[in-house]
């Protein structure tokens, strides 16, 4: 993404709502054309597998889920003028489910 500003390392927040970001993309994407019901249940499983993630469904621990960008990444993008991912930013911070409910509110 490029900035106004010098290119830096997004922090760990900016990493999980890109992530969050993206699956709104997703979501949208594949559930274009579908009815409210199975809308409805897809945001669903989505918000069950970020509860997995978070550690909050049925009795897992919390997962670590890390940015792993290749090697040269923060190299390219600093030469292109983008910022970059850090290496191994844990963007599951226990809240990712509340934040996925949060931002499909109507």
């Known amino acids: 993404m490029k900035t106004m500003t ?7 927040d900016e990493c999980r709502e890109m992530f969050l970001e993206h699956l709104d993309f997703l979501f949208a ?11 409805d ?7 069950s597998i970020l509860c997995t993630f978070d550690g909050v469904s049925g009795g897992s621990p919390a997962f ?4 792993a960008p290749h090697e040269s990444d923060a190299e390219y993008c600093r030469s292109e003028g983008d910022n970059w991912y850090p290496m191994g930013a844990n963007i ?3 809240s990712l ?4 409910i949060n931002r499909c509110k109507p």
């Open 6 to 12: 010098a290119p830096r390392e997004y922090t760990t």
């Open 29 to 39: 994407h594949h559930m274009a054309g579908h009815t409210k019901k199975a809308r």
């Open 41 to 47: 249940a897809a945001h669903m499983i989505v918000f």
């Open 64 to 67: 670590d889920l890390l940015t």
């Open 92 to 94: 599951a911070d226990g």
């Open 97 to 100: 489910h509340e934040s996925w």
